[in-house]
């Protein structure tokens, strides 16, 4: 039934306006009630609701999409340790951070954006022990608010969506 299904839908793709093919090795028909599947960078998985106990639909980044990104952030750090902080932050770091906040706001992705901005400040810190000398993690002399506070590093955890569908895209001033 499945191959049915595909070969359906391969007409449509094949067309002149869309000029997309379906890979048979990437293309598979999948129940998401059963099992969840990778599209884009987002993982689709139907699981119950912890307020309402119904099934809803999630999509958050899949694991392949945050291992890139603390893969490209570790690069960054680790070619950025002679620049001055404040520069270095806002001429690489931050266009890493928000254009990938940007590509997964739209997801249930607020967990996944806490676990990228603490992977940041904590290759940060890491780099300034390491450039200064200096023993221990260095939670003290550069906790996580300095980078944000005094250093500007962008706030990944302001873009997740919140709240009810009405208000979320206002900004209270």
Not at 53 to 65: E, H
Not at 86 to 96: A, S, Y
């Given at each position: 039934m499945a191959p049915l299904r595909r070969t359906s839908v391969a007409p449509y793709c094949r067309s002149v306006t869309l000029g997309l093919t379906l890979n048979a090795q990437k293309t598979r028909i999948v129940d998401a009630t059963q099992e969840s599947f990778d599209f884009l960078g987002h993982?689709?998985?139907?699981?119950?609701?912890?307020?309402?106990?119904?099934?809803?639909?999630?999509?958050?980044?899949?694991?392949?999409?945050?291992?890139?990104?603390?893969?490209?952030?570790?690069e960054t750090v680790r070619q950025g340790q002679h620049w001055d902080l404040?520069?270095?932050?806002?001429?690489?770091?931050?266009?890493?951070l928000r254009g990938w906040g940007n590509y997964f706001k739209a997801a249930n992705s607020r967990k996944h954006f806490l676990s990228i901005a603490n992977y940041a400040t904590w290759t940060l810190t890491?780099?300034?022990?390491?450039?200064?000398?200096?023993?221990?993690?260095?939670?003290?002399?550069?906790?996580?608010?300095?980078?944000?506070?005094?250093?500007?590093?962008?706030?990944?955890?302001?873009?997740s969506v919140t709240g009810e569908a009405g208000s979320r895209y206002l900004r209270s001033s």
């Open positions: 993982r689709f998985a139907v699981q119950t609701s912890k307020r309402t106990g119904k099934l809803n639909t999630y999509y958050y980044p899949t694991p392949k999409a945050m291992k890139a990104i603390k893969k490209k952030i570790r404040p520069v270095f932050i806002k001429e690489k770091v931050n266009p890493i890491i780099m300034l022990r390491k450039k200064h000398k200096k023993r221990g993690k260095g939670w003290r002399d550069h906790p996580p608010s300095w980078f944000y506070d005094y250093q500007g590093l962008f706030k990944l955890y302001s873009l």
